[in-house]
């Protein structure tokens, strides 16, 4: 997988839309070529090498590390509302509100355990 | 010369007093796109939003390259790129610690504005050569050019009284709930200083001079020139149309030199670079608080002098409303504006809050703002965003906390900010004070609006009672040293009032515009 599929995959469990792919290296390459190489490189690596990316770019995030990773999600996420097919991904437009402080209170616990798994991997990894 | 509001509300008093004057300007023009024109959110519901949302060459995506200059997302939208295109071409800037934001679009910054029209009050103008009394006559003949919606309430005091305003605008569920709180804890509240209430909005709720009323599309942070909201073009346009302005678009005035007759302006054509030479009885500078500032140390050839430049500090706290997490995303509100709020208090003076709705701009603005794994951040944007909304509070700006803005002899301007240090205590106060209505934040979460991007610029050129250098105006709006020239954007304000100050800034260009025109007629 490439590093669109990854995260898109990793961010909504699907493949990714073949317009979208496309639209993400044309940004990307617009967008990030002003990060030096070893960003480029220390970025790559984690593609290659990581398993759970979200995990990784969580932590990423929290610390202030690998910017051009957290970059790259966000980058996604820009991209992934524009499509119709997206949209309840990004919005809610009926009331749920037992279950939306359901699923946040779960959100919640299953970002704590990302988090340690993210720092572990970037201990691993980065130091 | 410049269509931003202090421009436009000049041309319009020339308008009504008979005179024509020619304006000169940049005048850049919103691209012609389709523009959706439906509910935003039926529009996404269908449509492949690409062009609309991220752009054809990803101008959305502005803030992701980390060589950009950082923009309000509002600026950063496909249709909206127009209001800065080619500023930096234009007026070359140096930044340190201040991000400044410039428009050479017709019509100027006010494109994007939030539209919050307020009075200044004879307590924000005490530092200032004139009173309340001496602008009043003009909100009106604003007020009837825009059209200004909201009520007399609670923040009267501090917004002037208004008896010719047009209904408030729906207010979102978020604000009712707010509001709703806040009357129950009115007197509380009231004593400590709190006063919450409907803004004045120059958005129509009623039709008006062939404008629509408001139809809460969402479009706000989406598409230009949206008729509800009114900025300088509908003016320009109407005065155009009506033969009482001419309007010389593609002209970037350079300098100036007086004359026996007037003065001679010299401007340059955008496209083609060639010098061109107006004359006219008397040049009125309206090209906003930087650029104004720029032509008269242009003109002084002084590249040693450091002028004052203020900008309004301000802080953004996110208010959750825990009843409504989980809620129906709210597809029909207005996206700007919903309530403010004053706190006046000896503690930390008067401060003045715009309470925001978070319906219009992309969801995915929000996904860096919170804390968790990427799919639990998905599942906050789609849950807990419903139940947001953010407060700006601003703070008056004097002087002694502005920043400083020099041209060097490239002809580059430099500016130098300063951090602002904000009032120890103050956040957790006001943290407090919201609590009592329901709505959450913490601390931690509350972010400090960057040095300039509050958009509300002044102090270059004050105007003062007895000018002593070649910075300052008379009461009046004249330059000190020409005889023919006079000022009339926010460069004149000698402070900054804990609000925007636009609708002061028009109102005082006309009161100029008035004596311009007396001088002018005594003349002949």
């Known amino acids: 997988m490439d590093e669109a599929e990854q995260i898109y995959y990793a961010l909504f469990k699907e493949e990714i839309p073949l317009k979208l792919k496309n639209r993400f290296h044309e940004a990307a390459s617009r967008l990030f070529s002003s990060y030096s190489q070893d960003r480029k490189e220390e970025c790559q690596k984690a593609f290659n090498e990581v398993k759970d990316i979200e995990a990784l770019e969580m932590a990423a995030r929290v610390q202030g590390k690998l910017p051009l990773l957290v970059s790259k999600f966000r980058l996604m996420i820009y991209l992934s509302e524009t499509l119709p097919q997206n949209k309840n991904h990004f919005l809610n437009l009926q009331d749920k509100k037992f279950k939306g402080k359901i699923i946040i209170f779960f959100s919640g616990l299953r970002s704590v355990i990302k988090y340690i798994k993210g720092i572990l991997i970037l201990k691993k990894i980065y130091v | 010369m410049g269509s931003g509001t202090s421009g436009t509300a000049a ?5 009504d007093q008979g005179i024509t004057p020619c304006l000169l300007d940049v005048g ?140 408030p605008l729906r207010l979102s569920s978020n604000a009712s709930l707010i509001i709703k709180k806040y009357q129950r804890k009115k007197s ?75 003065v001679a302006v010299h401007a340059e054509k955008v496209r083609t670079k060639e010098r061109v030479t107006f004359f006219c009885k008397t040049l009125v500078l309206a090209a906003g608080a930087v650029n104004s500032a720029r032509l008269v140390l242009s003109k002084r050839k002084d590249y040693h002098t450091k002028l004052v430049l203020l900008d309004n500090p301000a802080l953004q706290f996110p208010f959750v409303l825990p009843s409504r997490i989980g809620g129906r995303l709210e597809t029909d509100a207005f996206g700007l504006t919903q309530l403010n709020c004053i706190y006046d208090s000896k503690a930390y003076g008067l401060l003045q809050g715009s309470i925001l709705e978070l319906t219009s701009p992309a969801r995915a603005v929000f996904f860096g703002n919170f804390p968790l794994a990427g799919r639990d951040n998905l599942k906050m944007i789609r849950y807990f965003l419903p139940g947001l909304v953010v407060m700006q509070l601003f703070f008056s700006a004097g002087p002694r906390q502005g920043a400083f803005l020099a041209l060097n002899q490239n002809g580059k301007l430099e500016i130098k900010g300063d951090s602002k240090h904000f009032p120890p205590g103050l956040i957790k106060k006001v943290l407090k004070i919201f609590r009592k209505m329901g709505a959450y934040s913490l601390s931690p979460l509350v972010v400090k609006v960057p040095p300039g991007h509050s958009i509300h610029y002044g102090g270059t050129l004050p105007m003062v009672c007895s000018p002593q250098n070649e910075y300052n105006c008379t009461p009046q709006g004249q330059l000190y040293g020409e005889s023919c020239v006079f000022v009339v954007d926010g460069s004149i304000f000698p402070e900054l009032g804990a609000k925007n100050s636009t609708f002061a800034v028009m109102a005082n260009a006309m009161r100029i515009t008035d004596h311009i025109v007396s001088r002018l007629r005594k003349n002949q």
């Open chain 2, 11 to 15: 041309a319009l008093r020339f308008a």
């Open chain 2, 28 to 167: 850049i023009k919103p691209p012609q796109k389709k523009n959706p024109f439906m509910n935003l959110y039926a529009y996404r519901k269908k449509k492949d939003c690409f062009s609309l949302m991220i752009g054809d060459e990803f101008e959305a995506l502005n803030n992701l390259g980390p060589q950009n200059k950082l923009l309000p997302i509002k600026l950063t939208t496909p249709q909206m790129g127009y209001i800065t295109a080619h500023s930096e071409d234009y007026s070359p800037v140096e930044e340190e610690n201040f991000s400044l934001i410039q428009s050479f679009a017709q019509g100027g910054l006010a494109n994007a504005w939030g539209a919050g029209v307020y009075q200044y009050t004879d307590k924000e103008l005490g530092k200032f050569p004139i009173k309340e009394s001496d602008l009043k006559p003009y909100y009106h003949r604003l007020n009837q050019e825009m059209g200004i919606s909201g009520c007399n309430d609670d923040l009267t005091p501090y917004f002037g009284r208004d008896d010719d305003l047009q209904p």
């Open chain 2, 188 to 262: 509380s509240l009231n004593q400590i200083g709190f006063f919450l209430g409907r803004p004045r909005l120059a958005v129509l709720t009623q039709e008006k001079n062939g404008r629509n009323p408001c139809r809460y599309l969402n479009l706000e942070f989406w598409q230009p020139l949206i008729s509800s909201i009114y900025t300088p073009s509908f003016t320009l346009k109407r005065l155009v149309k009506q033969k009482k302005l001419m309007y010389k678009k593609g002209f970037l005035v350079k300098s100036w030199s007086e004359q026996k007759q007037g």
